[in-house]
Nanobody, 115 residues
Framework: QVQLRESGGGLVQPGGSLRLSCAAS????????VAWYRQSPGKEREWVAT???????AYADSVKGRFAISRDNAENTVYLQMNSLKPEDTAVYYC?????????WGQGTQVTVSW
């Protein structure tokens, strides 16, 4: 059974930083792509960043230069380092992967950027 578990969300002031974690079980995370998505109230879920098995990565334009995705193979965990946070980054953040054609999502972690 593949499971993804996000953590690291919280309340941060504008300009601050947070690091989100996506810990995987039931799969070797380095053999799959892992993507981060986010969803704000009343909005559709939007893609944020992806890291693929070979280590290449991509970012949405809205977070490019501020967010960094990385992977720790020993910990079987993918991270999302978020810097220079803005109020519009407020959302529930989810990690996602596909294993043998099946989609898996974590439960999400809330990020709130506010004074």
């Amino acid at each position: 059974q593949v499971q993804l578990r996000e953590s690291g969300g919280g309340l941060v002031q504008p300009g601050g930083s947070l690091r989100l974690s996506c810990a995987a079980s039931g799969t070797v995370i380095s053999t799959n792509f892992v993507a981060w998505y986010r969803q704000s109230p009343g909005k559709e879920r939007e893609w944020v960043a992806t890291i693929v098995s070979g280590g290449a990565f991509a970012y949405a334009d809205s977070v490019k230069g501020r967010f960094a995705i990385s992977r720790d193979n020993a910990e079987n965990t993918v991270y999302l380092q978020m810097n220079s946070l803005k109020p519009e980054d407020t959302a529930v953040y989810y990690c996602h992967t596909t294993v043998r054609g099946a989609n898996y999502w974590g439960q999400g972690t809330q990020v709130t950027v506010s004074w």
